[in-house]
């Protein structure tokens, strides 16, 4: 271990199993959360790195992505916000795009032949951040992959099994660089705590079976299971990659990845369930049988609960969700890509995660449909009929419910793991219409009131004994929300018209950042009672 570097964490009973859990810190992390092409700006414009949405702005299927809120060159304005809320963590992701870029748009389904190299300059500014994030306080969470690859790999990467082997590389260039140089130039302690792939559930279903992404022509069940199927192999190399590494510098990393929570079994604890399999000792021929039961047990937890937000009618409409989903699980359960994946999960005992990471927005399929209304935005042109469909009848980032009773529902099933927990994103969302104006929740609920009912939410859990560890807030900032300036999530509005400000008090009276700050003072008093 290098000198001055802290490396004893602390631990906490799991009071069901009575065993001991580690957690990565040794204070619980409050925090927010952010990602390279939602926050940093500067990407797929005229002589700037280019990734897979590059295409998609080009072709003006969606928003440009611009400047963004421009935290490439504002991040340390931006962490000093977050650290005067108190905060003492604060998630940051790897731009691979900008990292091993291109600047040249190839042909969407024909990647260049050999990757280009690596830039040297990035990842000196990503040191930059990280030693500014460590000298106010604040714990960096490093997230590898947050939805997007270099556009040279081109739109369809994930579909392919030699991006598992780019991924691999980068992730081990871009980590030997920060654990040298960091400690050499900046005098900081690496990060320790890393995310491989952001929601790589959403990734896969977003790209090919929703629509809500740019891809190619080949999409539907199979590709997004190919998708998948990729990223959970690339996620658990990648593992083991990051623990050799650190291994060799004599610290200890946490790795993980953070599923969009969700109560589809096969959306989400299904992936879960399989890169556990071989630490629980289930037989290869007997996983898929297992993977039934546990889907089955999820069911049951769920209709034994009672949810107010859940009417008869959408209970229904639950139930008939549920079974498609089993239907076209069962339909993927013989997909021949199946074959290396389960090679890579069975070659050892031990699990590819140190902790269990979770975005928490609203997880019930109960609530994913709503009626289109008049003031929605045209759907986007080059869909299938099946994703106009969707877009249409689908709820919106600005229609997701606030659900803390979800988060204990949540928190509850993934103890089956007996592993630390991280609440690596919640928030909510107002709608910014192209009118030009700040629309109301139809619910009235205000952010305020959100982050108090879900701070207080996670307090009880850790009270009642949970192993949550920290809990992040998505996001400190507005930012582009994947094609669209619409979804406003931000502690601190942006005006993006108007030079980028950062706003304390919203159009509606309000200031969040404030309510969180508040909320987490309180809290910190409170942990620190028990």
């Not at 592993?419 to 909510?428: D, K, R, Y």
Request: aromatic letters at 14%; hydrophobic letters at 40%; glycine letters at 6%.
């Amino acid at each position: 271990m290098r000198k001055g570097f802290k490396n004893s964490k602390p631990n906490l009973i799991d009071k069901e199993n009575q065993a001991i859990l580690k957690l990565p810190h040794d204070e619980f992390l409050w925090g927010v959360a952010t990602s390279p092409y939602q926050h940093e700006g500067g990407l797929n414009g005229e002589g700037e790195p280019l990734n897979n949405w590059a295409w998609a702005e080009k072709e003006q299927l969606v928003e440009p992505s611009g400047k963004s809120c421009n935290f490439w060159n504002l991040a340390e304005e931006d962490l000093k916000r977050a650290s005067n809320l108190g905060l003492n963590a604060f998630r940051l992701g790897l731009c691979w795009s900008r990292i091993q870029p291109t600047y040249t748009l190839p042909h969407p389904e024909k990647p260049l032949p050999s990757p280009p190299p690596f830039d040297t300059k990035a990842l000196m500014r990503y040191c930059k951040i990280i030693a500014s994030c460590r000298a106010l306080g604040m714990e960096p969470i490093i997230t590898l992959h947050h939805f997007t690859h270099p556009a040279w790999l081109g739109l369809d990467a994930w579909l392919h099994r030699a991006t598992i082997d780019h991924y691999i590389q980068y992730v081990g260039y871009s980590l030997k660089f920060l654990l040298e140089h960091l400690p050499k130039d900046f005098q900081c302690e690496p990060p320790q705590i890393f995310l491989t792939v952001n929601e790589p559930n959403m990734l896969a279903t977003c790209h090919y079976l929703y629509g809500y992404f740019p891809s190619g022509s080949n999409r539907g069940i199979h590709a997004a299971t190919l998708c998948l199927i990729h990223l959970l192999e690339a996620h658990t190399k990648a593992y083991f990659l990051i623990h050799s590494l650190y291994k060799s510098y004599g610290l200890k990393p946490y790795v993980s990845f953070n599923n969009y929570a969700s109560n589809l079994y096969w959306l989400d604890l299904a992936w879960l369930d399989l890169l556990h399999a071989s630490h629980f000792g289930i037989k290869k021929q007997k996983l898929f049988s297992y993977l039934w039961d546990r889907a089955r047990q999820l069911d049951t937890a769920f209709n034994q609960c009672r949810f107010s937000s859940i009417s008869t009618v959408r209970k229904i409409l639950g139930i008939i969700l549920k079974k498609a989903q089993h239907f076209l699980a069962y339909a993927c359960s013989f997909e021949s890509s199946w074959k290396e994946l389960l090679e890579v999960i069975y070659h050892s005992k031990q699990r590819p995660f140190d902790f269990i990471a979770f975005d928490y927005y609203d997880p019930f399929v109960e609530h994913a449909l709503r009626w289109p209304r008049w003031n929605d935005e045209l759907p986007k042109r080059n869909k299938a009929f099946h994703e106009w469909l969707l877009e249409a009848f689908t709820s919106k980032w600005w229609d997701w419910k606030m659900l803390p009773e979800g988060l204990v529902f949540i928190t509850r099933q993934l103890a089956h793991y007996r592993l630390a927990l991280l609440i690596s994103e919640n928030g909510l969302a107002y709608r910014y219409t192209p009118m030009g104006t700040m629309e109301k929740r139809r619910d009235s609920v205000l952010r305020s009131h959100y982050i108090r009912a879900h701070v207080r939410t996670v307090q009880k859990l850790r009270a009642e004994g949970s192993p949550l560890f920290g809990y992040l807030y998505w996001s400190l900032v507005d930012n582009y929300e994947w094609g669209s300036f619409s979804p406003r999530f931000g502690l601190y509005s942006v005006d993006f018209k108007n030079g980028l400000h950062r706003n304390e008090v919203d159009v509606f009276g309000e200031n969040p950042a404030k309510t969180y700050a508040e909320e987490i003072n309180n809290a910190k008093i409170s942990m620190a009672h028990r």
